[in-house]
């Protein structure tokens, strides 16, 4: 029977809580932050987002937990979350991110993956349609190989709920309208962005309006942003003919793929169907997006001037009952119904359009970028490749980090021939936001165009402009796989980009020839592309990881070792060889050299052995080893070689820089360790050793 | 671009919210339940629950998510949850339980895993101690293949957090005292037991005495339980000569397997080491339990009646130190030492001990159980097999939902003969709680006293009485899987528990002849044994699932049918032969005169199919399989059989009747499906078709 005789010391509640990530540390002067009754009038926050839905929340999120939770607001003009309808896809490397920050379970739980899309053509043996084929939902590697979908306003909730762990102050202020900024350094040059706000009151009172000021303005406005329209901008881009109505419900079908992705082509219209989360009522939602014909005529030739207004009135002219006839149509010779006892959910209609804005942010006067645009406010998309709410919330993903590392006085001033230069070419960490969501927006929109397009048109059919074969069909899917995963992503060269890479040290043998594309998809180490997650066996512990668990998104940097074989010093344990091992060599220049020259805590380590056995043990490897990554050393978990998978040689072994945001940054051998210093020094202040 | 034409419909909101159980139905009336002013001045509450540990609060979690949030209060005399210490692991069976309700994710994430264990013994060639082997932490089939140590405050933080989306009412008390209770009926027949409870001021105010009558009354109040006393129980059994003190900190060592679970045996005594979760501060934690030897002169021989006297003054001498000082000595020739800069988390010393009580509930006049005991209330346990806080929180497990069934009126009322009966056998559900966990706590306990002994003894030491070898060590190690992991429970026969299972249904060709305990362990189906998870892919969406997910934790029966490879009509579509189908029989039998027998929604239908293709359509079987299955209708994942694993032939299926909490009840052969209503007849009541 135990008879406990506690002691009680301190930080033991911590033990209690709920973890939290430790913020980003901080070399510059924390401000002075006025509230409501400062001294000159004015609320200060470093950063103001305006507008609360995904992109927003997301940034806001990210900023709380990089340490800014003290100095940072966001205003809505709507009094709560969104209830129905709008976005309800997350991409798989949407889902690696937020497995980054913990984020993900209840959504992976609760939400409906997409495992399957089932592809649906006219039948050639009968009336109506057939299936053609099962393809694989993501046919890239990533950690989750399915999108996930849920309510776009349970994916906000839970990016508030987790906010509230880290801001003690209420920081989102709901029923809060934005009026316009202004770019005033003569006032206050540390606080130059003065923003006019109307907090609305209720249906008696007016609203009121106020003056804060911020240190950077963030336009996450959405698609009419009004920040957008402040900064003098405006979205590009042509709204097309093709009309789409859109429907949440609880379906009554004998259809039987009706759990799965569907494309759907029939000889009158295309149906695309999105599986959907069990609601609390016990159901299953479904979302049907039906392409609308012919609810107008169709224009004469030669009309083409008037074809926008036309698309508009016929836009108007739907009604849920005719999305839901034309769906019908499609569906046969399957019979769909509204579940008998339920409500349509929520229902739509839209015109699909590719529109973007050629610049998302905002300079001052010393070329430092005060005001940016994330998400719908600067690019729209349809819905069909399920982009949307993805790319706005990495839009935020990689905003974040370089306005904390910014803020918190982490990054270099840029060079002083550069300041003031209008180039495109970035010259600071914060320059590169621009620089890679703008292309990456671009290519989105292009891509986007095609696939929906694609969707629109009318597979098989020879008459039709955009007509595809079903196996053209099935292979821009495949192609696409990049992007409607969102591991495609590739951020051009720059300072944080290493533009060249030595094929001899990042890729395997086999592949130096011809490293294409597809290797690139599959994991080869790429500057600009996302560290593939794999499973590894932790040389600590003998546990099972996923290798991403050790680049959770806590703003650091992190520097991955491809150890070689050297590493193990079977001689060793009482003569000291480590001067003969380049791993240890490599390892030794890191952990002496390279990580204490940058502010502490901001450059993690990570290092991988190869070796398939166990008979090895600490004293045989370096002290800094132990004393750096002893719990981020890890091997592989089974006989076959994961350094394969990566593009290096066991033989010969790399060093990769990862930036905080989980992308490549540089790949050296490990005979060039000390180069990361190079790469580092565009990242990261110096700090005296 | 899209343009939104929204419709509201009512019930949105639940989209936004986290999802949660749904309640038990209930027959029952909904009793009139008064607080503190209630009309005849006795708070009331169906069920009152003493002690807020992990056994009290995981009962009254579960007993709020099954329907009673509402009459329902929790007394503890503590005024918060636990800061350090005490118990520390949970067993996979937890675990799998943990996951049915959702409760499993921070504890996965920020727990440590123990996949592996190392064995450490006096080196044959040197000083000191040397490693002989690594062991996997668990060997025995289940969803997770490893334990899991987290601080025990954190458990509970968990379980309280949860059970507060269940009960808007604040119904755990702390600062409340339970003073005693007595039987009563003649005053209130509906709530016949009297609680005494002190409600505990600060230091300016004295306690203020207090009534709450309850319909029943469980103590979960630990070892020196004041429900156990109150009614008239005593614990039994002996507390051993071993003593063992109990450190937990961060540990700086050159002992190469600090993060691994290790059993030390050196010729100076025992260590075993218990890596702990990361704490805040950055560090790892480590739990020694260390073997103390010699404090004080051992016995002269036939001393032995003062031998617990003298055991009590040696623990009082032990100190932090000489704890400390005896690792040292053990882990020669390495080194430990507290972590410079931490300071020292918990520490304890303890007498192992093996005591239970002979009985753990009490019966009014009606032979109705008034009282309950779970947990450490009513057996205790050395901390050596990490079973004290799995054990107990298996108490509340088992005894939540007959609890819930009973005040629900779900469960047939005994019969008459055998109401009076002072006969252990159970004739409800609510009498097998007793005799299920009973049973389990003696035979934890004889397990506990083996294996605990076997820790504290020597090994390879030819003098010592509890001298093993290694091998019998590591035999025993094997052989204890089956209770160290929790998985390996069997109930044993009653009401609920088919006794005689007909072997040419259930087990596998080759298994029939010797189907042992091994065989159980691995997953053949037995009625009292836990159902086995598996990775299956449902029909519906060829999503990858966990068996498990099917079987949550909701209160709820399931009826699980293996089909065999008649499900599936290949001539069918037009011509219905269902009929011919035994499979389909049986299903049809199933859902048309089984589960409409009982009350609706209190038994779920998860259907499995050996198909390894997937060329099979909904109309190709019958329509109840959809109706009732759709989305709990799964096949095998890759080639191999996955019926082989739960003992059925694919040739010839089985059905099977899985309780609320996951264990077995029968099993039966497809054309014996009708058969069920004789078990069903057990557990619930029967309504009117």
Redesign the interface.
Known sequence: ????????????????????A?PLPRLSMQPEISRSNGHDGDEKYEVVVIGAGPAGLFLTLLLARYGLSNSLACFDKKPG??????ADGLQPRTLEVFSTL?LH??IL??G?????VAFWNPSSTKKGIERTA?VPDVVVPARYK?EVTI?Q??I??ILEEDFHAYSPDRSIFRSTGFVGFTLDASTDPEFPVRIEIDVLGDERTSPQRKIVRAKHLIGADG?HSKVRRSMGLQ?HGD?TDHIWGVVDFVIDT?F?DI??RCAIHSDTGSVMVI?RE?????H?LTRLYVQIKDVIPAAEEGETLDEKARSSKR?AA?T?ESILEQGKRVFAPYNIAIKSGT?????????I?Q?MTHKSTLKDENGVERVFLVGDACH?HS?KAGQGMNVSMMDSYNLAWKLAHTLHGLSPEPQKANKASESNTPTTVLNTFEHERLTVARQLIEFDSKFSSMFSGQIGAEKSVEGLTHDEFLKVFSDGSGFTSGCGVEYAPSIIVDQVSDPETIAHVDAISFVKKDAYLSGVLRPGRRLLDTIVRRY?????RHLHDDFLSTGRYRILVFTTDDLVDRQKVTTHKAETSISAQALETICREIIPAYPRDTIELVVLHPFHT?DF???QMPDCLKDFA??TFHGPTGPESFYEIYGVLESRGAVVAIRPDGYVGVVKSLADAKSLGDYFDNCLVRVDV
């Not at 409906?112 to 399957?116: K, L």
């Not at 409500?343 to 015109?351: E, F, G, L, T, V």
Request: glycine share 6%.
């Open positions: 029977m135990p008879v406990f005789q506690e002691t009680a010391h301190s930080s033991r509640d911590l033990r209690v809580r709920r973890s939290r430790r979350t969104l209830k129905a309808g709008q913990g379970h209840e739980d609760e409906c993956h997409m495992s399957e099962f399915h309510h306003g349970r906000e909730r698609a979205l709204t004998n039987p759990r799965k599986p069990r609601i609390a009522s016990g299953y836009r739907i849920l409500d349509i959910d929520w229902w739509a209609a839209y015109q359009g529109r729209t819905p600590a512990d003998a546990n099972l166990r043990e600490w004293d002893e719990m």
